[in-house]
């Protein structure tokens, strides 16, 4: 009896629909398409095609937006909040991103879009002005006018009634989010100056806190604002291509719902015609697609078939027994961004199978001693069910015993101290370092052939390396590189951020719009072209314009490289209108040897792959009417957006023995002789960044950024975060699976943050030797950046020719020139002064530009506390009201915060308020000319000096050079020392000054900032000083060029 209903079954399977979700919903609704207001013929737009579609309704969308009068409200009120409607930047945030969510998630917005526009709120401002009003009676409760609170006080007050004068709704708003985010008390002020200051820093939190409510509450506004209108627009959008028959991939399972909700004739058909629904990988199912199915497998009465009511959940819908069936395993439920819901597995197990479903038990793929150790881990990871958010692991059974040689896991990597860039640089080499064992050991590394049916030794396209995103990519590829290892990436999703992609792209830029220099001169200087600097430089002093529509100028030889590269762009700039988009690149790419020129990089195949697949993405752009170059660009550029997502598969040449790349999300399904799991070093337990809308039933609560998101967004995150974290679980244990015969775990990790690679090494720690070993760690050398930047060169060196003596002797004379000084600090001639034999190099800070404060003690030999200070002082003075003092106490506090010592805000408001006080403050404040932190350079001899001023001011006489110190001074012949080392570095200014401006310095004070007061000292007779430093000069430089040579040179002092 079983044998005649397998052989019927096996006669009707050509009857059977076998296919995706979506085709199911395809077929049926081709078959009944009037019932759900479809017209005969129905096409279904790829997704080039419907990310153009996309394009093209958001721009009506902004246009209509800003064209309504209804709306003017909403939309200048989102430029107040900073709410971005279009994006700034290719990669910046803006609502453009939340309507791309609302068209994949169109059917959810029902209610929203149904919902009345409403008025536009009045803001409420009243607890704003009762705070304010708290805060204007905390002055008359400090004992002290110089507290830094009251300062604070004081500021604040005058902001907000600034605020609060504004007549325009508008003004007041942008005022109010302005100065928001200074209105908190901090730690300013000295508890012993108030009557309470807990209670007076509660108060001018209290203001901020009802600044932050207002502008949040404009902000919740806005959003909720947008998102009705967009919700509307949306769905008038899925109607239009609803009447059109062209419908994009969501719409098919939405209207199949729709279809089984509403077509009492329809659903009688289906269930005739589809007596038994099986759902394949049914992890990956969403609440439409179940739904569809549920209602298609609905119990039959013997009166005909009873229509579950349209808003009946799922749930609740009795089903025929034996018509419906599930096949999935709930632990590779990955695809929540695409609405795989694992909590919808498992009611669907709990509804249907109750408490006896069918466990699939049996492992086919993976042998027994790396299935032993993924039973251990994951009986740790998961081991019990958490309801509606993960399943209970269930260990396997394994049915391949019998393997020869070492099979256990592989571990490599721990826990490193270390920041985030270096520790995957750590791991990348590791994994380089494995791949590169099993290429040069390969019989300690047995895999099982399935052709042969035999053990044999691996090759590099057994091994695939799986990382859960693309964070760590390019350090893999780099460390990959560096151990002479061939690999490919196989997931589309990384082919628009090559740098081959990016320089054809950048050429047909350059093509596109001759207007667009960056993308000219990238395109030039790319491989496609090949010209050089030097060449570039030379093109552009005869002067030559970087846009292709005009002729080179005459001084530029015609055999010039850029002149000729030039003339090809143009060639095809003329032909663009002729050409589509595809028929361009490929004309670009043949006519440049594109395909030849991938023989220079160590994989010419992947650089085939990639040209290859640009090329035809061009070719689906074009058939999909996408339009002309410009347009193809623009999209092209959505690509490279870290959100977009590229899903054609790249096939690999078929010949090509190279370790495979692929991320977790793209290797599902697969499976691999050998599996690396890498990329374990991205921190865990955060928020998702970047733009995001979660769901509350049919409510949307959307985040932009930080700072802009509705009001009830939070809550839904903290239970999104969570669910992350489970899948994340999910997401290990679908790598980890991937492995047939030999899988290898990174478990490199910051101790004390959580990551994949801390979960990896907590379920390896405890078993190592038993289920896993350890391949030894390899030594990674991190390069360290340059501490001072080379200089410019003033020498071109032409192309080698032939004659190499004379090229040999070109360059020599080229680095000698270069090994000069070409710009000494002001700072640096006091510490040559100090101590002949040293190096501006050993000391200057070129990252942050700032200038030592002690000459005669080196940075290393001082406390980090002091120069700290010195810094915190030389800011407060540059930003501080030199004539009231006005803000001083909270400026010292702020920038002694900055330079991380708190606790030395009162010495530093201290230091700041004696230099206040000296005459040659007041003599500036006086003169009505002066400037702070005045950058100062020009040329001396062969050199350049240049530094920054603290404070000049012009007299009628000439200029005047003051100098802030926070030096301790001691007695008078200590202090005439300092005077006499510092002089040198004013004398330098003032040459410069002299220089640059034609003016004449008259003085130069030394203003020594101590807590009892100021101590100012003039430097004794500048014109000495200033012969003396041009000497000196001289000598540095003349001391440079020697050593360079070997020599030694005195200074001359």
């Not at 009243?126 to 708290?134: D, F, G, Q």
């Not at 552009?540 to 090809?568: E, N």
């Not at 915060?897 to 201290?910: D, F, N, Q, S, W």
């Amino acid at each position: 009896e079983k044998r005649t209903t397998y052989r019927q079954a096996v006669a009707d399977v050509d009857e059977a629909a076998i296919g995706t979700l979506h085709a199911f919903c395809l077929r049926i609704l081709s078959e009944h398409p009037l019932a759900v207001g479809l017209p005969p013929r129905v096409d279904i737009l790829d997704e080039v095609s419907s990310q153009l579609a996309f394009e093209r309704r958001w721009e009506r969308f902004v246009d209509a937006l800003h064209s309504k009068s209804d709306a003017e409200e909403l939309v200048m009120t989102a430029w107040a909040v900073d709410v971005r409607i279009e994006p700034r930047s290719s990669r910046s945030a803006s609502f453009r991103d939340v309507a791309a969510v609302f068209n994949n998630n169109w059917d959810r917005l029902g209610a929203l879009a149904d919902e009345p526009l409403t008025p536009w709120p009045v803001a409420n401002w009243s607890v704003l002005e009762r705070a304010v009003a708290a805060l204007a009676e905390l002055p008359g409760k400090c004992r002290d006018e110089g507290d830094g609170l009251l300062a604070l006080v004081r500021r604040m007050g005058d902001e907000a009634q600034l605020v609060l004068t504004q007549q325009d709704a508008l003004r007041r708003l942008v005022l109010v989010r302005q100065y928001v985010e200074r209105w908190k008390a901090g730690s300013a002020g000295v508890k012993k100056n108030w009557d309470d200051k807990p209670a007076a820093q509660a108060t001018v939190n209290a203001v901020g806190e009802a600044a932050n409510a207002i502008v949040a509450s404009a902000t919740d506004a806005v959003l909720r604002g947008l998102s009705a209108r967009l919700a509307r627009f949306t769905r008038e959008a899925a109607d239009e291509r609803r009447a059109d028959g062209r419908l994009e991939f969501h719409d098919l399972l939405v209207l199949a719902r729709r279809l089984v909700r509403t077509s009492d004739e329809t659903c009688t058909a289906l269930r005739r015609r589809y007596t038994r629904l099986l759902l394949d990988e049914f992890q990956d199912t969403d609440p439409i697609q179940i739904e569809v199915a549920v209602r298609i497998a609905a119990a039959v009465g013997p009166a005909g078939a009873v229509t579950p009511a349209p808003d009946q959940p799922w749930q609740e819908v009795d089903t025929e027994e034996g018509r419906l069936f599930f096949v999935g395993d709930p632990k590779q439920s990955i695809y929540r961004f695409r609405r795989a819901d694992i909590k919808l597995f498992l009611d669907a197990r709990d509804r249907f199978a109750g408490a006896a479903p069918v466990l699939l038990g049996h492992n086919f793929r993976t042998v027994k001693p790396v299935l032993d150790w993924l039973n251990h881990a994951f009986t740790t990871l998961m081991p019990e069910e958490v309801p509606g958010a993960q399943p209970r692991y269930e260990p396997l059974v394994a049915d391949r015993h019998d393997v020869p040689g070492d099979h256990r896991v592989v571990v490599l990597g721990g826990g490193y101290a270390v920041k985030a860039g270096e520790l995957r640089d750590i791991e990348a080499a590791a994994v380089a370092a494995a791949v590169a064992t099993i290429r040069d050991d390969p019989g300690a590394w047995p895999v099982f052939d399935r052709t042969t049916k035999k053990w044999r030794d691996p090759h590099m396209a057994d091994v695939t390396v799986l990382l859960p995103t693309r964070t760590s990519l390019r350090q893999l590829e780099d460390a990959l590189d560096a151990a002479d290892v061939p690999y490919r990436v196989d997931t589309g999703t990384l082919v628009y951020d090559t740098q081959e992609v990016r320089e054809v792209l950048d050429a047909l830029r350059a093509i596109d719009d001759p207007a667009d220099a960056i993308a000219l001169v990238s395109a030039l200087r790319s491989p496609l072209y090949a010209c050089s600097d030097v060449e570039l430089f030379t093109y552009h002093q005869a002067g030559g314009r970087w846009d292709i529509r005009l002729d080179p100028p005459a001084a530029v030889a015609a055999d010039h490289r850029v002149a000729l590269a030039m003339g090809h762009l143009r060639s095809l700039w003329e032909q663009r209108w002729w050409l589509e988009p595809s028929a361009m690149a490929l004309r670009l790419v043949e006519e440049r040897k594109a395909f030849a020129l991938a023989f220079a990089h160590r994989r010419p195949r992947e650089v085939w792959r990639r040209l290859r697949f640009l090329v035809d993405q061009a070719r689906a752009f074009s058939e999909a009417g996408g339009g002309d170059l410009r347009a193809f660009l623009d999209w092209a550029e959505l690509q490279r957006h870290e959100g977009s997502r590229v899903h054609e598969p790249l096939l690999p040449e078929t010949d090509d023995d190279a370790v495979s790349i692929l991320t977790i999300h793209g290797a599902k399904g697969l499976e691999f002789p050998i599996t690396v799991v890498s990329g374990v070093t991205t921190e865990l337990g955060k928020r998702r960044r970047g733009v995001q809308v979660h769901w509350d039933g049919e409510r949307p609560e959307v985040k932009l950024n930080k700072a802009t998101r509705t009001d009830n967004f939070d809550r839904l995150a903290d239970i999104e975060t969570e669910m992350d974290e489970y899948e994340r679980q999910r997401l290990l244990y679908v790598a980890c699976t991937r492995a047939r015969d030999h899988l290898v775990l990174c478990t490199h990790h910051v101790p004390g943050k959580e990551s994949y690679g801390l979960w990896l090494s907590g379920v390896t720690a405890d078993v190592e030797d038993s289920l896993c070993r350890r391949l030894p760690d390899v030594a990674v050398e991190m390069a360290e950046p340059s501490a001072v930047p080379a200089p410019a060169g003033q020498v071109l060196i032409p192309p080698p020719d032939d004659d190499r003596a004379t090229w040999v002797a070109a360059r020599t004379a080229l680095l000698e020139r270069e090994r000069r000084p070409r710009f000494l600090s002001a700072t640096a001639l006091a510490q040559l002064a100090a101590e002949p034999d040293w190096s501006e190099t050993d000391e200057t800070d070129v990252v942050s530009g700032e200038e030592t404060e002690r000459p005669t003690v080196r940075p290393w030999r001082r406390g980090r506390a002091a120069t700290a200070i010195g810094r915190a002082v030389h800011a407060t003075l540059e930003l501080v009201d030199l004539e009231t003092g006005e803000g001083l106490d909270d400026l010292a506090s702020q920038h002694a915060h900055l330079e991380a010592v708190p606790e030395a805000a009162a010495t530093i408001a201290a230091l700041a308020r004696s230099a206040l006080a000296a005459p040659s403050v007041k003599a500036a404040v006086a003169s009505r000319r002066y400037w702070r932190e005045l950058y100062v350079a020009a040329p001396v001899g062969e050199v350049a000096i240049e530094g920054y001023i603290d404070l000049l001011y012009e007299t009628d006489a000439g200029l005047v050079i003051v100098d802030y110190k926070t030096d301790t001074i001691g007695p008078d012949a200590a202090t005439a020392d300092k005077v006499d080392c510092y002089a040198r570095q004013l004398a330098g200014y003032a040459i410069v000054l002299e220089t640059a401006t034609g003016l004449t310095v008259t003085a130069a004070t030394l203003l020594f900032c101590t807590k009892n007061g100021p101590v100012e000292s003039a430097v004794p007779d500048l014109d000495a000083v200033r012969a003396a430093v041009a000497v000196q000069v001289t000598a540095a430089s003349a001391m440079k060029r020697n050593e360079a040579e070997g020599g030694v040179v005195p200074t001359g002092r």
